[in-house]
């Protein structure tokens, strides 16, 4: 068994503590990888990062490491002696808290270190890029009835103009795609791109997950959130941190793979929450009737699936994990 290990090599995950890091640190660990994961420097050792040290298989095959976007070289030694990076590390202020400027600037010289890092290492054959849906979904030809691919693209400036919820995080990860993409073209880097939608589902992470907690915003109560589940898509988790492995050792994974598995309307959603969880307290559909839509394209999973990979969850595995997780770490 150990001599199988070896064969599989290590994997680094960048952005160990966040909601799809932890997850794909787990799923990795589950399928017998020995893993590298990153968390962001914690001079005073407040941050409690149990959660992965407690994760079966860590104790003997999970390495931690201290690392920050905010130093680039800081990433090198978890990704020396690895056979493939998955960089998922991203700072989540969709608030816009943070000015747009400053989360680009580290974001885009935070990943091109991390990439410079993988070419330093001589031993990364491949690395996965987590994405958005959000850098391919926003540009003034795409319109809510259209069906796009990995072909499409955001167009910055577009969403600069309307100063939306969560504009800057579109930003910044279509900017760093795109940064990313060429840098890896420019120096022979076989880099692989997977653009979820809206992930969602349980979580192991003690925080409430942003997307989870917008997916959730019906039975949440929290009316701000209402209109960004007017129309959109979903993707669990799980199947997300899959394709990421699956992707890893597709031979052929080339580009950009659309990662989504559920597109949704108010409608659909409505019955589907009033009917599973009655319990809650889902408002009516009357008084969500005249929220406009959000003009949000559906997504072709065409390519992902081509490859032989598979969806094993829909919308109701995404809310009965998320809601079991929130019982279970008392936000529900």
């Known amino acids: 068994m150990e001599e199988e290990r070896e064969k599989m090599g290590r994997i680094c995950v960048t952005g160990g503590t966040g ?9 990795l660990l589950e399928d017998g990888y020995s893993v590298n994961t ?6 005073e050792g407040k941050r409690d990062i149990s959660y992965l040290r407690n994760l079966p298989g860590a104790s003997e095959r999970l390495q931690i490491f201290d690392a920050d976007l905010d130093r680039p070289g800081s990433f090198a030694p978890a990704i020396g002696g690895c056979v493939g990076v998955f960089h998922v590390a991203h700072p989540l202020d969709f608030d816009g808290k943070e000015a747009e400027e ?5 974001t885009t010289s935070g990943t091109l270190g991390i990439l410079q890092a993988c070419l330093d290492s001589k031993t990364v054959r491949r690395v996965v890029y987590t994405s958005t849906s959000g850098a391919m979904a926003f540009n003034d030809k795409v319109t809510g009835s259209d069906i796009i691919d990995e072909d499409s693209w955001t167009d910055v400036d577009f969403v600069r103009r309307f100063s939306s919820y ?3 995080y579109v930003v910044t990860k279509t900017l760093t795609e795109r940064i990313a993409m060429e840098f890896a073209e420019k120096h022979g880097l076989d880099l692989v791109v997977v653009a ?19 997916c959730m915003a019906l039975i949440l109560g929290d009316e701000k959130f209402y209109q960004s589940m007017t129309k959109t898509s979903l993707v669990h ?6 394709a990421h492995i699956h992707l890893f050792h597709y031979p052929k994974a080339k580009g950009r793979y659309i990662c989504s598995s559920a597109d949704i309307t108010m409608a659909k959603l409505h019955e589907l929450l009033s009917t599973r969880y009655p319990q809650y307290s889902i408002p009516t559909a009357d008084s969500l009737k005249d929220l406009a839509p959000i003009p949000f394209p559906r997504l072709s999973s065409k390519k992902l699936l081509e490859t032989g990979f598979e969806y094993e969850n829909g919308l109701e595995e995404m809310y009965d994990g998320a809601i079991e997780s929130c019982k279970e770490k008392g936000l529900l």
């Not at 990153?38 to 001079?43: A, C, I, K, L, Q």
């Not at 939608?197 to 942003?210: K, V």
């Open 237 to 242: 988790v799980d199947d997300v941190a899959r």
């Open 38 to 43: 990153t968390v962001r420097m914690d001079p």
């Open 196 to 214: 979820p939608s809206w992930i969602h589902g349980p979580f192991i992470c003690p925080r409430f997950p942003d997307s989870v907690y917008i």
């Open 19 to 27: 909601y799809l890091g932890s997850w794909t640190v787990k799923r």
């Open 166 to 168: 969560g504009g800057a």
């Open 102 to 106: 400053i989360k680009v600037k580290r």
